[in-house]
């Protein structure tokens, strides 16, 4: 399967998923139920009372309140209680694949958590439109909007959703969750008193609303009836839909929104003629056109210096700080840093330039130049607006609403404006308030929602990646930058034909100027971390061992996921920079970076690592502990063909190791077939530019080894690199992570390695 982009195969045993079913005593084991889906496991190192005990407490709230309350389910509901989520989806799977009552599923709801509250967002829903219209027909506290289905394909993130709405059972269903805490997410601070008051009580609300209504719905209908339906073709496409500040749900399907979306189009072609009506003409409507076109432009360099600026700001103040990411735990600076350098931009322009070059004849028209520069301006501004609207609607994306709801609201100000203007006269601090009043819903939503991305983008930073030097250091601090531009100018761009000319002076954007340099000196003494806001830190105690009982090398790997590198990370960490020998001389250019196949037991998440560091450990306490060390021994070699084709039996047994999370296998060479994943071989995957690789992943607790066969299309080598992830560590291990601060989030494991030529 493909995860987070990278193809691997899993193999898994003896995981526990806990099924429960309610239902009505009339009920049959075939009829059509409804699927609601959490999990009870959590990553390495995290307690997951966000991520996703939170999942786990409001189904088996939701349990209690279906068999207290009088509602009868007139159809079966199922709660999959999912025991292996973090292992890459494989309960869900394990459930679709073998259970009786997977093919009597008819709509699920998948509950999830990025985080420890917050927003309890519909991130994905379908196929078809069936399930949104569902709940915006029934949630109570609506989060949902086209745009973060958009959105998913591009943000790096799996779900069980997957499993069942897309690659195995084409099940309709959403996938809500939490997204805000993000900082704790898969971090030992993932615990039960971070959890965000209120979250829960929302999501438990909606969500037996939901379930109600999914299983009174004539649409709910098992595999069979399903597969009919999709034949017929009546399953239609995805809708429009957003939630307004979470109070109500507007919902229209894709057929609509093509017409609707498409009408200011109209009205921009209008516009023309009746600006200059009666004295049309076909000249005068293409120089007014033009005229328009130069406007948009105008608006689009706008925005431009309204996302260039902040990012220039963020990039000059890394040059002269010892640290990025300095909002991280402070998120009010990146608002202060950056908003007011971002509204210099917007203005900007138009204080360089009063008003456009006319194509239309300002002495023809009996107007002055500044008034028919001021509409083309306005014009043109809305003519952006709706071609992002046409761009979104040409590419079948869910998301045009946002642009549409603002040239709606821009349609509407404008005519208020033009009459308030005609009492008051232009200049006017009322017919101001003409334009801005009828702006405020709109407004409203725009800061709502962008809001929501920065803080959502603030908290993800944490765990983006360090990128490779020397860009790595300023990728997140100019993200964030470039995020807060473009917010900035959606809630103040439809402002700008109006309202630029009372903003656009210079004392004003002298005064913002100051501002952000003041922030910008200021955010500098601010430390990026917190016990609130915790950087993460990957440790892996390396095992390279051979045979049943002998270590090759011991050593300790370090890697980081932000942009604060390794070297931040010891300088403040002083007790264990001593324990590993790190002095102020030490360089941490110069020492050995581990490659990314030290980080294997992992895949595919070691893509994040870039910052990485091997240093010597001891192995005398390992082998104290461990009587037996995982390793891999051949039964036999069956020729298959005088070319060299042969089978190659194998057993791995994993030792005496306790806590294993996972086994990777790693082979490389002229692999043709294995025994794993019903006998097909996954994409291969390339490491470090090194030769095509094809990686097995192995898991659930066991006591009997694993037995397996590889086949090779020729006489050449194969060569298996075997990865044992265990979550023991030794107390040496323990004491060095005990010395780090508590700022920092060490997730520690333990790592074998061993290889083999077959
Ligand atoms: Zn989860």
Same mark, same amino acid.
């Given at each position: 399967?493909?995860f987070l982009r990278h193809?691997?195969?899993l193999?898994?045993?003896n995981?526990?998923?806990v099924?429960m079913r309610?239902?009505s005593?009339?009920?049959?084991?075939?009829d059509?139920?409804?699927?609601?889906?959490?999990h009870?496991?959590?990553p390495?190192g995290s307690?997951?009372?966000?991520?996703c005990?939170?999942?786990v407490a409001s189904?088996?709230?939701?349990?209690?309140l279906i068999?207290?309350?009088s509602w009868v389910p007139p159809?079966?509901i199922?709660f999959l209680?999912?025991g292996a989520?973090?292992l890459?989806?494989l309960?869900s799977?394990?459930?679709?694949? $073998?259970?009786?009552?997977s093919?009597?599923?008819?709509?699920f709801?998948?509950?999830?958590?990025?985080?420890?509250?917050?927003f309890?967002?519909?991130?994905?829903?379908g196929?078809?439109?069936?399930?949104?219209?569902i709940y915006?027909?029934?949630?109570k506290?609506?989060?949902?909007n086209s745009?973060?289905?958009d959105m998913?394909?591009?943000?790096?993130?799996?779900?069980d959703?997957r499993?069942f709405?897309?690659?195995?059972?084409n099940i309709?269903?959403l996938?809500?969750?939490f997204v805000?805490g993000?900082?704790?997410y898969?971090t030992s601070y993932?615990?039960v008193?971070r959890?965000?008051?209120?979250s829960i009580?929302?999501?438990g609300?909606?969500?037996?609303?939901?379930t109600?209504?999914?299983a009174?719905?004539?649409?709910?209908l098992?595999?069979?009836e399903r597969?009919?339906?999709?034949?017929?073709?009546?399953?239609?496409?995805?809708?429009?839909?957003?939630d307004?500040?979470?109070?109500?749900?507007i919902?229209?399907?894709r057929?609509?929104?093509?017409g609707?979306h498409?009408?200011p189009?109209?009205v921009?072609?209008l516009?023309?003629?009746?600006?200059?009506?009666?004295?049309?003409s076909v000249?005068?409507?293409?120089? $007014?056109?033009?005229?328009?076109? #130069?406007g948009?432009l105008f608006?689009?360099?706008?925005?431009?210096f309204?996302?260039?600026l902040?990012?220039?700001s963020?990039?000059l103040r890394?040059?002269?700080?010892t640290h990025?990411m300095n909002w991280?735990?402070?998120?009010f600076?990146?608002?202060?840093?950056?908003?007011?350098?971002?509204?210099v931009?917007?203005l900007?322009p138009r204080?360089v330039?009063a008003f456009?070059?006319?194509?239309?004849?300002?002495?023809?028209?009996?107007l002055s130049?500044e008034v028919?520069?001021?509409k083309a301006y306005?014009?043109g501004?809305?003519g952006?607006?709706i071609s992002?609207?046409?761009?979104y609607l040409l590419?079948?994306?869910?998301?045009?609403?946002? $642009?549409y709801?603002?040239?709606?609201?821009?349609?509407?100000?404008?005519f208020?404006y033009?009459?308030?203007?005609?009492?008051y006269?232009?200049q006017?601090? #009322?017919?101001l308030a003409?334009?801005?009043?009828?702006?405020?819903?709109?407004?409203?939503?725009?800061?709502?929602y962008?809001g929501?991305?920065v803080?959502f983008?603030?908290?993800k930073?944490g765990m983006?990646?360090?990128l490779p030097?020397?860009?790595?250091?300023?990728?997140q601090?100019a993200?964030v930058?470039?995020?807060?531009?473009?917010v900035?100018g959606?809630?103040?761009?439809p402002?700008?034909?109006?309202?630029?000319h009372?903003?656009g002076r210079?004392?004003?954007?002298?005064c913002?100027?100051?501002? $952000?340099?003041?922030a910008?000196a200021?955010?500098?003494?601010f430390?990026?971390?917190?016990m609130d806001?915790?950087?993460?830190v990957v440790?892996q105690?390396?095992f390279?061992?051979?045979?049943?009982?002998k270590v090759?090398?011991?050593r300790?790997?370090f890697?980081v996921?932000d942009?604060?590198?390794?070297?931040?990370?010891?300088?403040h960490?002083?007790?264990?920079?001593?324990?590993?020998?790190i002095?102020?001389?030490f360089s941490f250019e110069?020492n050995?970076?581990?490659?990314?196949?030290s980080w294997?037991?992992?895949?595919p998440v070691?893509?994040?690592?870039s910052?990485?560091l091997?240093?010597p450990?001891?192995?005398d306490?390992m082998?104290?502990h461990?009587?037996?060390?995982?390793?891999?021994?051949i039964?036999?070699?069956?020729l298959?063909?005088?070319a060299?084709?042969?089978?190659?039996?194998l057993?791995?047994?994993?030792?005496?190791?306790?806590?294993?999370?996972?086994?990777v296998?790693?082979i490389t060479g002229?692999?043709?077939n294995w025994s794993?994943?019903?006998?097909?071989?996954?994409?291969?995957?390339?490491m470090n530019?090194?030769p095509?690789s094809?990686?097995?992943r192995?898991?659930?607790?066991t006591?009997?080894?694993?037995?397996?066969?590889l086949?090779?299309?020729s006489?050449?080598?194969?060569?298996?690199?075997v990865?044992?992830?265990?979550?023991?560590?030794?107390?040496?291990?323990?004491?060095? #992570?005990?010395l780090?601060?508590?700022?920092a989030d060490i997730?520690?494991?333990s790592?074998?390695?061993?290889s083999y030529?077959?």
């Amino acid at each position: 399967m493909l995860f987070l982009r990278h193809s691997i195969s899993l193999g898994y045993r003896n995981h526990k998923n806990v099924i429960m079913r309610i239902s009505s005593k009339f009920a049959n084991d075939y009829d059509s139920s409804v699927l609601i889906n959490g999990h009870f496991d959590s990553p390495l190192g995290s307690p997951g009372a966000g991520d996703c005990g939170s999942c786990v407490a409001s189904m088996l709230e939701l349990a209690r309140l279906i068999v207290d309350s009088s509602w009868v389910p007139p159809r079966p509901i199922i709660f999959l209680f999912n025991g292996a989520e973090e292992l890459f989806l494989l309960g869900s799977h394990g459930f679709v694949k $073998t259970h009786k009552w997977s093919n009597t599923v008819g709509a699920f709801v998948n509950i999830e958590a990025s985080g420890t509250g917050g927003f309890d967002l519909v991130c994905q829903s379908g196929p078809g439109s069936w399930p949104s219209y569902i709940y915006a027909q029934s949630a109570k506290y609506p989060m949902a909007n086209s745009v973060a289905q958009d959105m998913f394909g591009i943000i790096p993130g799996d779900t069980d959703y997957r499993i069942f709405a897309e690659d195995y059972g084409n099940i309709p269903g959403l996938d809500i969750i939490f997204v805000l805490g993000g900082y704790f997410y898969h971090t030992s601070y993932d615990t039960v008193e971070r959890l965000l008051p209120g979250s829960i009580q929302a999501r438990g609300e909606n969500l037996f609303r939901l379930t109600q209504a999914f299983a009174n719905s004539s649409m709910l209908l098992n595999a069979d009836e399903r597969s009919l339906k999709v034949e017929q073709g009546t399953m239609e496409d995805r809708a429009v839909f957003f939630d307004y500040l979470s109070w109500f749900m507007i919902y229209y399907s894709r057929k609509l929104s093509a017409g609707l979306h498409s009408l200011p189009v109209v009205v921009l072609l209008l516009v023309p003629l009746f600006l200059h009506s009666p004295n049309n003409s076909v000249n005068i409507w293409f120089a $007014t056109l033009f005229d328009f076109i #130069k406007g948009m432009l105008f608006h689009i360099v706008s925005l431009v210096f309204a996302i260039a600026l902040p990012v220039v700001s963020a990039v000059l103040r890394l040059y002269f700080s010892t640290h990025a990411m300095n909002w991280f735990a402070h998120p009010f600076l990146a608002f202060l840093m950056f908003v007011p350098c971002s509204i210099v931009g917007l203005l900007l322009p138009r204080t360089v330039w009063a008003f456009l070059p006319l194509s239309q004849d300002a002495s023809h028209l009996k107007l002055s130049k500044e008034v028919i520069s001021d509409k083309a301006y306005f014009w043109g501004t809305f003519g952006f607006y709706i071609s992002i609207t046409m761009v979104y609607l040409l590419a079948h994306l869910g998301g045009g609403f946002l $642009t549409y709801s603002i040239s709606l609201s821009m349609l509407l100000s404008w005519f208020s404006y033009r009459l308030s203007s005609q009492h008051y006269g232009h200049q006017s601090i #009322k017919s101001l308030a003409g334009y801005l009043i009828p702006m405020i819903p709109c407004l409203l939503y725009v800061v709502y929602y962008g809001g929501f991305l920065v803080q959502f983008l603030i908290e993800k930073m944490g765990m983006m990646g360090s990128l490779p030097e020397p860009f790595g250091y300023f990728v997140q601090d100019a993200v964030v930058a470039a995020i807060i531009g473009l917010v900035t100018g959606w809630c103040i761009g439809p402002l700008l034909p109006v309202v630029g000319h009372w903003l656009g002076r210079s004392s004003i954007l002298q005064c913002l100027m100051q501002v $952000t340099i003041i922030a910008l000196a200021l955010s500098s003494q601010f430390f990026p971390y917190s016990m609130d806001a915790p950087k993460r830190v990957v440790l892996q105690h390396t095992f390279i061992t051979a045979g049943t009982n002998k270590v090759v090398e011991s050593r300790y790997d370090f890697a980081v996921v932000d942009a604060n590198s390794l070297a931040f990370l010891f300088k403040h960490s002083p007790e264990a920079a001593e324990m590993l020998h790190i002095s102020s001389e030490f360089s941490f250019e110069e020492n050995s970076h581990s490659d990314s196949s030290s980080w294997v037991a992992l895949f595919p998440v070691p893509f994040l690592f870039s910052r990485t560091l091997k240093l010597p450990a001891d192995s005398d306490s390992m082998l104290n502990h461990y009587s037996m060390l995982p390793h891999v021994s051949i039964h036999d070699s069956v020729l298959i063909s005088k070319a060299g084709h042969r089978r190659v039996h194998l057993e791995l047994h994993l030792g005496s190791v306790g806590e294993i999370w996972a086994t990777v296998l790693n082979i490389t060479g002229p692999l043709s077939n294995w025994s794993f994943a019903d006998h097909k071989l996954p994409a291969p995957e390339r490491m470090n530019g090194g030769p095509p690789s094809y990686i097995c992943r192995l898991s659930g607790s066991t006591k009997e080894s694993w037995t397996f066969w590889l086949e090779a299309s020729s006489s050449e080598a194969l060569r298996m690199d075997v990865a044992v992830l265990d979550q023991y560590l030794v107390d040496e291990t323990k004491r060095l #992570k005990r010395l780090f601060p508590s700022w920092a989030d060490i997730t520690a494991f333990s790592t074998f390695f061993s290889s083999y030529d077959l």
